[in-house]
């Protein structure tokens, strides 16, 4: 429950710039390492790589589009962990709030696409919200953990959501069990008209208006988080629960609004996936984007800000990845998730291996700062 | 008992430890004789546990030496301990609670990688030393499901299995129920008479005379006595323990007492183990003046303080201030306590009076976070809580007086004066205030007393819970001592410095147990 | 070369000899086809590697090279396509049901490109949408089990329960009824998620479940958790029934046949035909007639099936292509008539 204290402390611009850049630093060299060995060029897949993820308008427009479902899943695991709560269960609040979202598109499509638009918005939060209020009750009043419970209700969301798209929502003679498509009023609108009017060409990329809808998000849980006293609460009760009680917060209640908003900012990615982009509901669509949160999460020390840096940089190397295995055919789809775990790795996992180095290089600097003041 | 020719089973000469400026122990010298049972008093913080843990080798003392069986040994781990003989049963057990009896009692000393002849012998040993002290727990039952005192059996076999010869005992009756206390001390007896050397650290007198051959006494820190239990009296050691200490002397004006600001009746409340750990208090507090309890920690004064401040259920009995119910009442939350200007300075303020994760003035608004006067537009106006956060800690002098500073990185006594601040002056008619000065140093202290009395001179009520006697003493305007979960006895105070000590002492030691008596002069 | 290279060179021989000789054959420009493959990869000793091995075959004979794709999530199928055709590949072939909506919509974008899809029901001026009466080559299986074996229990494991599935559990329930009216057929499948694909451990677990209850004859269709299944079945001393490619040689003496589904001559047929400029859009259903889907009779099996009980598979077959037999497709009305 209770948050860990770092092995050592920083100063702001080591903790926030240097040392997170030093990690992917290192991620890289490893990864271009495993490129040597399978006997390619570690630059030529670099330039590649970047080229992939940066090099057009298209290109950052696809970019864009995979930070998106990012940054949603993201924010899930950040406002859970700011009450000491592991959610791992944004998979599957995603892939329920992906049955609302689809339930809203195929039978509410006879309204005005902007109401369509809001009731999705409202039905992502509602449903991803409902599938996260179980085991947050579970751990709030009968101390179930969270870990084990959101895990299993991932399963449990995925064989309801395959029983529904094999047997009821199913499109008649279809093979794929995946919904019919929405009317073309009930989708998200993509930003291509928009970065039209400004001379841009996003070309084929999927970005669509839930990636200004996840900016949003992330400003409002900065604002609720730090700015408000439910987020306040969710705070205390995160760092010392007891402390909570003591000042007259109750633990269970931020426990539930804390993963209620995990589980609605999750339904965000459903947002994106199946009204933005496949405007059906497939089978499988969140495509481990809730698990790729933690890890930007992780990355993004639970802050808005360093949530959507993360998620770009997640962005990047799914697309990036893409082109490299497409421009390079030994370099596999397989090569390419192992190099985003490398980077995972060692910005997320192995975060404190060069922190202790860094804090005595710090306190060297310091030392010296001070001799010569 | 012991011959004079034979040397002692435990002896140490001249240890001294440390911890940063404060001495927890000083040159002490102690001498255990084999096959008696020695007991150590002391009050809280007199560095009993220090010293035990020193002998057991958790800590390395400073200077000074060990002797077992006359011969120095180094002890620089529970492991060296362990083959020296030594064994401990800790205050709180080192048991895996998801295994058997018989698990625990391999664990560390499997006989090798494979588990099952390890445990073979661990049964027949377990039988053999059960039917020999009295000791029997079933082998097969899992730890986490048996009772308090059965787990502790099962710690002390586990010393035992390690043939252990010095069984050191730490406060072993604070989690018992009298029965289990009781065949706790048929056991020790039994130990006794089988040769092995016991050392009982407890502050109950009470069982220090019923149990021990030899008693030593620790204050702060030095080892102040020996006495042969047979030659000395509880009235004595209460003396020792509590030593002539300099009451420290207030400008202090007499107590206006006005309408009564807190009345507890018949209070029984639980701890979370579900032992009864207050059984039956009744008392009050009127605006304008300071009610202290005194007692040894553990006997029911946390929960008592915990129960009113709202974060402990009671078992039964009532709590009202002003004509308010607070218990019982549908909606009994500390939200609801601290909504009727109800203030609390937590015992223990790691714990549950500050978030050492937070900056000072997110500290601040601890428990004031729903406040209007800290909202703008429904939104947390951090402006105003940093302003108001600067003015709390200059009032208190807090240094140094940075609202972002991180609560973790001030000190001991800048971080009790914090959340002094913040309780203080949101304007309460009833402090609740437990340990207000552990932990901080000396200028502080005075500080903060004078704080408390300030506020008991505006006309506020304050409940006051410490186990500085002290402490008590000298703010106190009526002082309750508080002994197994019951009020034994209470004081008036006209001048601090003519409050009877000594008789306090007995009472804390629960030398009078019965019915509360008056004790004015 | 140090030798941590050179094995991993082995490992990825064939990777390296399709994608590494950018020198190319004699008629690279001719054509320049591509595939896609599905989301369960390329090397899964199944249907995508059967339509890898169909173009190699193209490759051999022609010397034409051909792009490869494997993405890993749904929108870089949508991707890869697109990226081939702006590149000029052509044909372009999409493996699985999955990429029926991408291929729909790069193959509007792209209106010059030839698009051929697997499995999948894509209806477009420049798509060939290929897909195989597996219900058929299933039913043809259901009756040689039916005809074998000794408990009369008869079993099916599944990987993923969706309807592809269905059709081919279906069609071996039935041409088992068509046998014996009275059999009984146990059906499971592995799991509702794309795992189910790739879980041999719960596969051979599933298959063991079925021999305990009697079953002796179990026909899979699981992808990689069929591999599970077929090792479960041989160590039991039962016979399994393979599924996509030719699995007889997996177990011999263990393997009563496999029902092939030629996905390698869909792939090698309409690279062929694009080259030699035959190729035709619309909707190409093969099936026994076709022999895209057939039962796989060699020397691996062959002493475990009877000339008598062949001629009977053979007539079957005949009335089958002949319309005298009527096998559901349970894809048309998501139902199985047992």
């Known amino acids: ?373 | 008992m012991a011959g004079a020719e034979q040397p002692p089973a435990v002896a140490l000469q001249g240890i001294s430890k440390r911890f940063g400026t404060v001495l927890a122990n000083q040159d002490i010298d102690l001498a255990v004789a084999s096959g008696t049972i020695h007991g150590i008093v002391g009050e809280n913080g007199a560095g009993k546990s220090t010293l035990m843990s020193i002998l057991y080798g958790f800590y390395q003392a400073d200077a000074g030496e060990i002797l077992i069986d006359g011969t120095v040994v180094r002890i620089q781990g529970s492991a060296d301990a362990i083959r020296h003989g030594i064994g401990m049963v800790h205050q709180h057990f080192m048991l895996v609670e998801t295994f058997t009896v018989l698990e625990n009692l391999a664990l560390g000393a499997e006989d090798g990688p494979l588990l099952r002849r390890g445990l073979d012998r661990a049964r027949r040993t377990l039988k053999q030393i059960g039917d020999t002290y009295g000791l029997s727990v079933d082998p097969d039952a899992i730890v986490g499901g048996l009772a308090v005192g059965q787990q502790q059996r099962v710690e002390i076999l586990k010393a035992l299995y390690r043939e252990a010869r010095i069984l050191i005992l730490d406060e072993p009756t604070g989690v018992l129920t009298p029965q289990e206390a009781d065949h706790l001390f048929k056991v020790l007896a039994a130990l006794r008479q089988q040769g092995k050397t016991v050392i009982l650290i407890t502050h109950k007198l009470r069982e220090i005379m019923a149990i021990t051959d030899n008693v030593s006494v620790m204050r702060q820190g030095r080892m102040v006595a020996h006495r042969k239990t047979a030659e000395t009296s509880a009235a004595e050691l209460s003396e020792l323990m509590v030593g002539r200490k300099v009451v420290l002397h207030f400008d202090k004006a007499p107590a206006r007492p006005g309408a009564t600001a807190l009345s507890v009746t018949g209070l029984h409340v639980t701890d979370g183990a579900g032992i009864e750990r207050v059984k039956g208090v009744d008392l009050t507090v009127r605006a304008g003046e300071i009610v202290g309890i005194a007692g040894v920690a553990g006997n029911g004064q946390s929960e008592l303080l915990e129960a009113i401040a709202g974060i402990r259920r009671p078992r039964a009995g009532r709590i009202r201030s002003g004509d308010i119910d607070l218990f019982p009442h549908p909606d009994f939350s500390s939200r609801r306590v601290r909504d009727h200007r109800i203030a609390h300075v937590p015992e223990d303020r790691h714990r549950t009076g500050m978030v050492g994760a937070f900056p000072a003035r997110e500290n601040v608004l601890l428990g004031e976070q729903d406040s209007p006067a800290f909202h703008r537009h429904g939104l947390i106006d951090w402006k105003r809580v940093s302003a108001d956060a600067t003015a709390k800690m200059t009032h208190f002098d807090v240094r140094p007086c940075d609202p972002t500073l991180k609560m973790a990185n001030f000190s001991g006594g800048n971080q009790q004066k914090l959340i002094l601040a913040r309780e203080m002056e949101r304007d309460p008619i009833l402090l609740l205030v437990g340990q207000p000065t552990r932990g901080v140093d000396i200028g502080a202290i005075e500080f903060i007393h004078r704080r408390l009395l300030a506020l008991r001179d505006a006309g506020k009520a304050i409940l006051l819970v410490s186990v500085e006697l002290e402490e008590i003493m000298s703010l106190s305007d009526r002082i309750l001592v508080m002994f197994d979960g019951r009020i034994v006895g209470e004081v008036t105070v006209t001048d601090p410095g003519a409050v009877d000590e000594r008789m306090l002492g007995l009472l804390m030691a629960g030398c009078q147990p019965g019915q509360p008596g008056v004790i004015a002069r | 070369m140090n030798p941590v290279k050179l094995s991993l060179s082995v490992m990825t021989a064939a990777a390296a000899l399709l994608a590494g000789s950018a020198t190319g054959g004699r008629a690279a420009e001719a054509i320049k086809p591509a595939i896609v493959y599905d989301l369960g990869g390329k090397f899964d000793k199944s249907f995508n590697e059967g339509v890898f091995h169909g173009a190699e075959a193209f490759k051999a004979r022609t010397g034409i090279v051909f792009g490869e794709f494997a993405p890993t999530n749904d929108a870089q199928i949508e991707q890869g396509l697109r990226n081939f055709a702006r590149k000029g590949f052509s044909p372009i072939l999409g493996v699985g049901f999955d990429q029926a909506e991408p291929i729909k919509k790069v193959a509007a974008e792209f209106p010059k490109i030839k698009f051929a899809i697997i499995d999948g029901d894509v209806n477009a001026p420049n798509v060939q949408a290929i897909s195989f009466k597996e219900y058929e080559g299933s039913f043809l299986a259901g009756a040689l089990a039916a005809l074998t074996t000794k408990t009369d229990k008869i079993g099916f494991v599944g990987g993923m329960d969706i309807p592809l599935i269905r059709k081919f559990s279906c069609g071996y329930a039935q041409g088992a009824a068509a046998i014996n009216p009275k059999i009984g057929v146990t059906i499971n499948m592995t799991g509702t998620t794309g795992a189910a694909w790739n879980d041999p451990v719960k596969g051979g677990e599933l298959a063991k479940s079925q021999i305990e209850s009697g079953v002796d004859i179990i026909y899979q269709a699981a992808g990689a958790t069929g591999i599970g299944v077929l090792q479960t079945v041989a160590d039991a001393g039962k016979l399994g029934i393979g599924v996509d490619s030719n699995q007889n040689g997996l177990h011999p003496g263990h393997m009563l046949t496999s029902v092939m589904k030629g996905v390698g001559v869909a792939t090698d047929k309409t690279f062929t035909e694009a080259l030699n400029g035959t190729w035709q859009p619309g909707n190409t259903v093969l099936g026994l007639k076709e022999q895209a889907v057939s039962l796989a009779f060699d020397d691996e099996n062959a002493p475990l099936i009877s000339a008598d009980i062949k001629a009977r598979i053979d007539a079957l077959q005949a009335d089958i292509i002949a319309g005298k037999v009527a096998v559901h497709n349970y894809a048309e009305d998501n139902h199985c008539p047992l």
């Open chain 1, 1 to 373: 429950m209770s948050a860990h204290a770092p092995a050592a402390r920083l100063p702001r611009w080591m903790e926030y710039g240097l040392l997170p850049v030093l990690n992917l630093v290192l991620a890289l060299l490893v990864s271009g390492l495993v490129v040597v060995v399978i006997g390619q060029d570690p630059f030529e897949a670099l330039g590649v790589l970047l080229k992939g993820a940066f090099g057009s308008i298209e290109n950052i427009g696809y970019t864009l589009y995979y930070a998106t479902d990012i940054i949603f899943t993201g924010l899930a695991v950040a406002v859970a962990f700011q009450a000491g709560l592991f959610n791992i269960g944004g998979e599957g609040q995603a892939y329920i709030a992906g049955l609302g979202v689809g339930l809203v598109c195929l039978y509410l499509d006879f309204l005005p696409m902007p109401v369509i638009i809001a009731l999705a918005v409202i039905a992502s939060m509602v449903f991803g919200a409902a599938w996260a209020a179980i085991p947050a009750w579970l751990q709030a009043h009968r101390g179930s953990h969270i870990v084990i419970t959101t895990i299993m209700f991932n399963f449990i969301a995925y064989s309801v959501m395959v029983y529904l798209l094999v047997h009821p929502l199913i499109e008649p003679g279809q093979m794929a069990p995946q919904s019919r498509a929405f009317a073309a009023n009930a989708i998200m609108p993509s930003i291509k008209g928009v970065a039209a009017v400004v001379g841009l060409d996003l070309g084929a990329a999927p970005l669509n208006l839930s990636f200004v809808w996840a900016l949003i998000a992330a400003a409002g849980t900065w604002l609720f988080i730090g700015h408000t006293s439910p987020g306040y609460a969710i705070r205390v009760v995160g760092a010392n629960p007891e402390a909570a009680v003591c000042a007259g917060i109750r633990p269970e209640r931020a426990i539930m609004l804390a993963m209620l908003l995990s589980g609605a900012l999750a339904g965000g990615l459903a947002l994106n996936e199946v009204m933005g982009v496949q405007q059906r509901i497939m089978v499988g669509f969140t495509a481990g984007y809730g698990f790729t949160g933690i890890a930007a999460a992780l990355m993004g020390r639970n802050h808005p800000v360093g949530i959507i840096l993360a998620a770009l940089l997640f962005g990047a190397l799914y697309q990036g990845g893409a082109e490299l295995s497409f421009d390079i055919p030994d370099i596999s789809a397989e090569m390419v998730v192992v190099i985003q775990g490398f980077v995972i790795i060692f910005t997320g996992a192995l975060e404190n291996m060069l922190r202790p180095t860094l804090a005595r290089l710090a306190a060297r600097l310091e030392g010296g700062r001070a001799q010569t003041a």
